[in-house]
């Protein structure tokens, strides 16, 4: 079965430096979608940023990159010149096809939570 | 305009009783899901329906029952609630193209 492992439960980062957020995961597909969702006190899910796992080039958006390791089965998402804003709790997913089913579903980590240090 | 929508926010109730979550989504999306998230922010699928159908029902208690009157809406209905059935339940919908989920806002339900 495909699980997602989030190993920091929080992390803390000053204003303008650059955190970077751990995530694992294990699959036997070949072709998959991982993202990384924010949830800031709203607890709205925001989507951060999106790879594609046939894409060998790292997802990036503004100030948020990602180091995908396919090999590794690793997905770390950076966050440069960190703001205020970016407090939030941080979810690494990853969308699986069900054969059986023929449809998808979403498989997230346990969460990291941002602090960001004014 | 709201992408995928939930009502109510919040929702305070007694052991027991029975209570409606509602979601809509006007993506024009094929599949529709409510997730889970406890007390430590784990999310966990709950359901997932594709055209109306449902496809995944990852071991919820029968109490918990998802109606899809139509591809846009997707209400869940728990019956005799209990109190760890507490929790923010959410809503989202996706397209097989693209990737990614969009979720509603959530529904706080809290169970006294």
């Known amino acids: 079965a495909q699980t997602v492992t989030q190993s920091q439960p929080e992390m803390s980062v000053q204003e303008a430096e650059t955190v970077t957020l751990s995530c694992t995961y294990d699959?036997?597909?070949?072709?998959?979608?991982l993202f990384w969702y924010k949830q800031p006190p709203s607890r709205q899910m925001i989507l951060v940023i999106r790879?594609?796992?046939?894409?060998?080039q790292n997802a990036t958006e503004n100030r948020f990159s990602v180091n995908f390791q396919k090999a590794a089965k690793s997905f770390s998402l950076k966050i440069s010149d960190s703001q205020l804003g970016d407090a939030a709790m941080y979810f690494c997913?990853?969308?699986?096809?069900?054969?059986?089913?023929?449809?998808?579903?979403?498989?997230f980590g346990t969460g990291t939570r941002l602090k960001v240090l004014a | 305009d709201t992408a995928v929508s939930q009502t109510p926010k919040y929702l305070v109730t007694q052991m027991g009783n029975d209570k409606s979550i509602k979601c809509e989504q006007n993506?024009?999306?094929?599949?529709m899901y409510w997730y889970k998230q406890d007390s430590k922010k784990f999310l966990k699928i709950m359901f997932s329906?594709?055209?109306?159908?449902?496809?995944i029902n990852e071991t919820v208690p029968n109490r918990f029952s998802p109606k899809s009157p139509d591809k846009a809406h997707l209400n869940l209905h728990i019956n005799s609630l209990e109190l760890g059935d507490s929790a923010v339940y959410f809503c989202?919908?996706?397209?097989?193209?693209?990737?990614?989920?969009?979720f509603g806002q959530g529904t706080r339900l809290t169970v006294v």
């Open positions: 989202a919908s996706s397209q097989d193209f693209g990737g990614r989920a969009f």
């Open positions: 699959t036997s597909e070949s072709d998959y979608y």
């Open positions: 790879q594609e796992a046939y894409k060998q």
């Open positions: 997913a990853y969308r699986t096809y069900s054969a059986t089913s023929g449809t998808y579903k979403y498989i």
């Open positions: 993506l024009g999306h094929d599949t």
């Open positions: 329906y594709n055209n109306k159908e449902l496809i």
